[in-house]
């Protein structure tokens, strides 16, 4: 379930939340759900400046 919160900020998390919340009214995932979501981003935008600073040496 942690894997699909990587795609959108936060939206996809709070999804999670509610999909688990169904199966599992006493489980919390939301703080892990957005983890995976922010280390997306961020894993993004560092392969994002990589790109652009290699381009031009291509």
């Known amino acids: 379930m942690i894997g699909i919160a990587v795609s959108c900020v936060p939206t996809t998390a709070k999804v999670a939340q509610k999909i688990i919340s169904k199966d ?12 995976a979501n922010i280390s997306g981003v961020i894993t993004s935008a560092i392969i994002t400046g990589i790109y652009i600073t290699i381009i031009p040496y291509l």
Not at 24 to 35: I, Y
């Open 24 to 35: 599992n009214p006493e489980s919390f995932v939301l703080g892990d759900a957005l983890g």
